[in-house]
């Protein structure tokens, strides 16, 4: 992260997302990181920078597995299904060291923070040696991940996850034995040390997670539940149809009832994917006020279905996105394809508006944000600027539309996160060299 910003800063933006709406020539000064004044159609001060474009709060990526983005380009290879998929990444997983995950991590935050988004939320279970064993440091990876969001200048809440079965009671295997803590007891003893490990670090939340139903026992939901008090706590729900099924003949109920009865859902929570719910899953998210954690460029890339977004959200469920595999890392894509993947299930257009969908985007609630994604007085001082004359956003009306249905990361220009500038365009190449180096470290042993 760049150094500390001394005195106030002002800028006037040509177009910017103000209360709900594009507002012209807004005025804003920024001070110690949140903005201290946020005036439309504003008299210039001499001397104030203008910068053109549509300018919009930080983005927020709600879900991310950091280490996927060594995939790209490799699973996509040949067929086959969300299981194959995973042997793939156990493969990943189990090359990796500290070293390797704090140059990869950091060169895709770097990635993220050129697309605009200022936080993300790390849904972490690559705790331990690749032989299970703890580090010297019981949180030695998860202390990378955040050192890693700290050099490329974006927030992290770091959703430290339990994993501890690799299937509905079966013990861990494979790459598996990275993830576990052992029990729910000691991966919440870990969580507590890492949370006064980085108190004192400003861009950083410590959040929990759980992996899934299948990877923690029923009986110890409610430690974790205890464990996540007062934190974001986050859960991979229902993507698959074979979990659904195999929580039915462990159980005899189904994902989000056996979350709902341990006390898993809440306000504070966020289910991931929620792709495969019946009518009573959809009631009980709704009713709970969970956040229903969308990723379409990564279910789409699997093929896991086409979750009920605009049911969820008519219930209750407040929508958030996220790149999870990294597949792309754009939530402008992540954005419209919530709305594109509901026209091809539906066959007809129109369930979610362009503002609706911005607004997903910036929602930093479920990342225990909550004073962030608006420009407003009193905000984290997050601006994100989009070219309107690029080959894809010119003549598009430079308003929200042109952010949800025209613009891609690519037409990101520069990117302030709380109230530092972070990136601009011209280190794009900078950027994509240092993921490719990142990620042929990884692979080096392939050569």
Request: hydrophobic share 40%; net charge negative.
């Amino acid at each position: 992260m760049t150094g500390p910003v001394t005195g106030p800063t002002a800028y006037l933006l040509e177009r910017a997302w103000v209360g709900g709406r594009v507002e012209d020539d807004v005025l804003v000064e920024v001070e110690g990181g949140r903005f201290t004044q946020v005036e439309a159609s504003a008299r210039v001060p001499s001397g104030v920078e203008r910068v053109p474009g549509l300018t919009l709060p930080g983005l927020a990526n709600s879900h991310s597995h950091a280490f996927h983005r060594a995939l790209r380009g490799r699973t996509q290879r040949g067929g086959g299904t969300f299981w194959t998929w995973r042997e793939q990444m156990y493969d990943l997983a189990g090359r990796l060291d500290p070293d390797d995950l704090l140059a990869l991590a950091t060169a895709l935050y770097r990635e993220m923070a050129s697309v605009g988004i200022a936080t993300v939320g790390e849904f972490h279970y690559l705790h331990h040696a690749p032989d299970g064993r703890p580090y010297a440091e019981p949180n030695e990876t998860g202390l990378v991940l955040v050192e890693a969001a700290r050099r490329a200048g974006i927030r992290l809440t770091l959703l430290d996850t339990c994993y501890l079965s690799s299937g509905f009671g079966a013990p861990v295997e494979g790459a598996q034995v990275r993830y576990s803590d052992g029990d729910a007891e000691r991966w919440a003893r870990r969580v507590e040390a890492l949370a006064a490990a980085v108190a004192d670090q400003p861009h950083v939340v410590v959040g929990a997670a759980v992996h899934s139903v299948r990877a923690v026992p029923r009986e110890q939901l409610a430690t974790v539940v205890e464990g996540a008090r007062g934190r974001p706590l986050h859960v991979h729900l229902s993507e698959q149809r074979a979990e659904n099924d195999a929580c039915r003949a462990a159980y005899d109920a189904s994902p989000t009832q056996v979350l709902a009865e341990a006390g898993v859902l809440g306000p504070l929570t966020s289910a991931v994917h929620a792709t495969h719910l019946d009518d009573a899953d959809v009631l009980a998210l709704g009713a709970s006020r969970t956040h229903a954690c969308f990723c379409p460029t990564t279910e789409r890339d699997l093929g896991d279905g086409v979750g009920p977004s605009r049911a969820l959200h008519d219930a209750g469920s407040a929508l958030t996105l996220g790149s999870d595999s990294h597949a792309v890392v754009d939530l402008f894509e992540e954005m419209r394809a919530v709305e594109l993947d509901e026209r091809l299930v539906a066959e007809r257009r129109g369930h979610w508006a362009a503002a609706e969908l911005l607004g997903a985007g910036l929602r930093h609630g479920a990342l225990g944000l909550d004073d962030a994604g608006a420009i407003a007085v009193g905000a984290r001082a997050d601006l994100v600027t989009l070219d309107t004359t690029s080959p894809r956003t010119a003549g598009t009306g430079a308003d929200e539309h042109t952010a949800v249905f025209a613009a891609t990361g690519a037409d990101v220009t520069r990117v302030v996160v709380d109230g530092r500038l972070v990136h601009t365009r011209e280190q794009a190449p900078e950027v994509g060299r240092d993921l490719a180096a990142a990620i042929d470290r990884v692979w080096k042993d392939d050569r």
